[in-house]
């Protein structure tokens, strides 16, 4: 880690920050990273204010976006940042060039391929090693674009309405994009460095000014009557984004205080793997899990902040009739926090790129769906070794907590005590299976992974693997009966639950189950 300043001179971004990095303490693509950030949250609200769609036509919007993105793209990564306009542009070439009934094959082999190749050269080339010119984090947001159009482009031009599900409906694009709206969409400012990915015609609604109006006028036809929302001005995003700053600052505090102070590293420490006792191992894992969130709090929320100061993310009127904005909303921190199921976790972490996952793999997988999907979410993510042990670890612990819920909760329903003692335990399951799964996501390597797993005694795979195994063999042996006890659980988990009846943020009707 005492080299890590002198990467700082290796970056092929801008150096203009690097006094900023050097007393700070902070690396040069953090800062730079931020100061990003921070100046596309002002432009956002320039963008809303002064080229809203009653001062600019969508031409000026769209190019004003997309410059503003590659000039972040630029400052960032300076001429690595041909990389990820490279492979936008030869997408696009696909998109209008290509035979519609295979364009999404092209643009999902060319976008992964080229990714794969980014990625691999982080392992091969730099051993692991990740310097301020990782320019990995752009191109896996602009991966997600790429195909999910592709793969809404195909649905809209190619399939008859009776083969799509009704979101693919919703989300169908019915014409090739321009270059204008294509590079929009992909290079935009608001998105183009963390993300979150949307869907196309949602923000081609927003840059051509139907994006609020649309929602209010769904809300008005489901309030008895209550159309006036057409005659009153768009709902200010002021108050969520100074809500979401308030999280930002206290996600920035907590890391500076506690997250520096519990390395996930200390897990695979040979002094403290070799005395120190299980349960004092298991407790440090918990903890330098929980204190490693909050970074990616920080960075979701400013990134939604972002899109909200802009007017882009207004989802509807919640129950109470206050607007919401939360469409592009990448966490629920509450719902993380307090998940009480491996299912339930996954929900509320990175919600946009589960929504990815569904559109492109989850949906249209012919067999294993399930297994298919996760595997595509580690080739996303990358090559690092951590990543794979981390989702196919998933695997099995989903299955178990499937097996789990079908077989036991129905038997904590009778009372509240009851329903209540599940829910503490299914918590501190669900935390501890997530610590188990995640951390080699974070150790990167098989040596480190294979010395947290041998201190851990391999307790999480052996126990979900014997309860996915015992339980399935024990479900399907219950009587008729008992399995009309878990009917109201069971319709719980239904996929064709309406949408509007899902708590804020949740989306259970948009993630991998």
């Not at 612990?397 to 829910?423: N, Q």
Request: glycine fraction near 6%; proline fraction near 5%; hydrophobic fraction near 45%.
């Amino acid at each position: 880690m005492d080299e890590r300043p002198d990467t700082a001179f290796q970056t092929t971004g801008s150096e203009w920050l690097l006094p900023v990095s050097e007393f700070l303490g902070f690396p040069l693509d953090q800062v730079n990273f931020l100061a990003c950030q921070l100046f596309a949250l002002a432009a956002a609200f320039w963008f809303r204010l002064y080229l809203s769609p009653r001062h600019a036509n969508p031409l000026v919007r769209h190019a004003v976006a997309a410059l503003l993105g590659v000039a972040f793209l630029i400052f960032c990564f300076g001429w690595y940042s041909t990389h990820i306009l490279t492979v936008v542009v030869a997408n696009y070439l696909i998109v209008v060039k290509a035979d519609i009934d295979s364009v999404h094959r092209y643009s999902m082999v060319t976008a992964m391929g080229f990714l794969t190749v980014c990625q691999v050269s982080r392992v091969v080339i730099f051993n692991y090693g990740i310097l301020s010119t990782d320019f990995s984090g752009p191109l896996m947001i602009v991966t997600q674009k790429i195909t999910t159009i592709a793969f809404q482009l195909h649905d809209g031009m190619c399939k008859k309405s009776e083969q799509l599900t009704p979101e693919q409906k919703l989300n169908a694009i019915h014409a090739r994009p321009s270059l204008i709206e294509y590079l929009s969409y992909n290079l935009n400012f608001l998105s183009v460095l963390v993300g979150p990915c949307s869907n196309y015609k949602d923000y081609i609604d927003f840059i051509e000014g139907r994006h609020v109006g649309q929602r209010l006028r769904q809300h008005s036809g489901t309030c008895n009557g209550q159309n006036g929302y057409d005659k009153s001005p768009d709902p200010s995003p002021v108050t969520a984004v100074c809500q979401k700053l308030l999280v930002c600052c206290g996600c920035m505090l907590f890391f500076l205080v506690v997250t520096r102070s519990l390395p996930i590293t200390h897990n695979v420490d040979p002094h403290f793997v070799g005395h120190a006792p299980f349960l004092a191992r298991l407790a440090y894992a918990f903890f330098s899990i929980q204190a490693a969130r909050p970074k990616f709090y920080f960075a979701w929320t400013l990134a939604d902040a972002v899109n909200n100061a802009a007017g882009y993310g207004f989802s509807g009127m919640d129950e109470n009739g206050k607007p919401s904005w939360d469409l592009v909303c990448n966490l629920n921190i509450l719902g993380i926090e307090t998940a009480t199921s491996f299912k339930t976790f996954i929900d509320n972490w990175n919600i946009q790129t589960g929504i990815w996952l569904k559109i492109v793999c989850y949906d249209r997988a012919p067999k294993h769906p399930l297994a298919l999907t996760f595997i595509l979410s580690a080739l996303w993510h990358g090559v690092y070794p951590g990543y794979y042990f981390t989702f196919i670890t998933a695997i099995p612990i989903t299955m178990a907590a499937r097996a789990i819920r079908k077989s036991v909760r129905h038997c904590f329903l009778g009372s509240r005590g009851l329903k209540l003692s599940y829910d503490i335990l299914t918590w501190a399951a669900t935390q501890l299976a997530i610590c188990y799964t995640v951390m080699p996501f974070l150790l990167l390597a098989v040596e480190p992974t294979m010395v947290y797993y041998r201190s851990m005694y391999f307790h999480m795979h052996i126990i979900s693997i014997l309860a996915a195994i015992a339980l399935r063999r024990t479900h399907k042996a219950r009587e008729p009966c008992a399995s009309a006890k878990t009917l109201s659980s069971a319709s719980s988990l239904s996929p064709s639950r309406s949408a509007q009846c899902q708590p804020v943020h949740s989306n259970n009707n948009d993630k991998v189950d």
